[in-house]
């Protein structure tokens, strides 16, 4: 089993900025997260799950929503993946999850796999994110 803890999570105001982690650990994490499929969604209340970034190795995916605000990166040493967020707009108020799976992809292929309902894919609990205007 691998166990998915995400932080940083809080109140801004538009414009801000906030950088949310994941820490990747457990049992069933074989090696480093370099070797996973890592990403991030969000879900904000009365609406679907919808994907942020993702990341392979080094290769990334945004989203078009995410491009030029978000970042995506990760520590493989520390096995936890960040999301850099910055000017953060009210709709980008939600719950955001880390995602993880065990398997190596372009960034593109890796936002896919992410997005499925997979039993191979692993989630955290969610951290909240809420932007005022």
């Known amino acids: 089993q691998v166990q998915l803890e995400e932080s940083g999570g809080g109140s801004v105001q538009a414009g801000g900025s906030l950088t949310l982690s994941c820490a990747a650990s457990?049992?069933?994490?074989?090696?480093?997260?370099?070797?996973?499929?890592m990403g991030w969604f969000r879900q904000a209340p009365g609406k679907e799950r919808e994907g942020v970034a993702a990341?392979?190795?080094?290769?990334?995916y945004l989203t078009d929503s995410s491009k030029g605000r978000f970042t995506i990166s990760q520590d493989s040493a520390r096995n936890t993946v960040y999301l850099q967020m910055n000017s953060l707009k009210p709709e980008d108020t939600a719950m955001y999850y880390c995602?993880?799976?065990?398997?190596?992809?372009?960034?593109?292929?890796?936002?896919?796999?992410?997005?499925?309902?997979?039993?191979?894919?692993?989630w955290g609990q969610g951290t909240q994110v809420t932007v005022s205007s």
């Open positions: 995602a993880a799976r065990n398997t190596r992809a372009s960034g593109g292929v890796c936002y896919h796999h992410l997005g499925t309902s997979s039993q191979n894919n692993y």
């Open positions: 457990g049992s069933g994490l074989i090696g480093s997260i370099r070797y996973y499929c």
């Open positions: 990341i392979s190795s080094d290769d990334t």
